[in-house]
């Protein structure tokens, strides 16, 4: 499986979430349920989040790191992500090397490294559609 790209994405993979956020994954999707179909969704292996702006995404890094996740490391003086991978899907390019993290730029989705593409999850325009009609009535 793999999971649609846009902006500025916080990936994580499933089986980190469920060793390091706090409840598992369950809390997490708890947690992020408002979101679920609007800024965050997810397959069977990756969980994302994201931002349409540096700021916003420096927030939701900070957020992760409180909640115990190493977002970045360093080895042999070069930063990589770690827990988290930021993806830019505008640049088609992690700023920063995601060793577990595949790429399919002609899609603009990535998916987890060692599994198939397949199927693509993203954003549920349904859901869109529903919260602009609920905004501006009569449109």
Not at 36 to 48: A, E, H
Request: one cysteine or more.
């Amino acid at each position: 499986m793999a999971i649609m790209t846009e902006f500025l994405n916080l990936i994580v993979p499933i089986t980190v979430i469920e060793e390091k956020y706090p409840g598992g994954w369950e809390r997490c999707l708890k947690d992020h349920q408002v979101a679920i179909g609007g800024r965050v969704w997810f397959d069977d292996y990756l969980f994302r989040d994201g931002a349409m702006n540096p700021i916003a995404m420096e927030q939701l890094l900070n957020q992760w790191w409180k909640l115990g996740f190493e977002c970045y490391a360093e080895k042999e003086g070069k930063k990589y992500w770690k827990d988290i991978c930021v993806y830019e899907g505008t640049l088609e390019a992690a700023p920063m090397p995601c060793e577990w993290l595949a790429e399919e730029p002609a899609s603009q989705t990535v998916y987890l490294k060692g599994h198939a593409m397949g199927e693509i999850k993203g954003r549920d325009w349904d859901l869109i559609d529903d919260w602009e009609e609920l905004k501006f009535p009569g449109n």
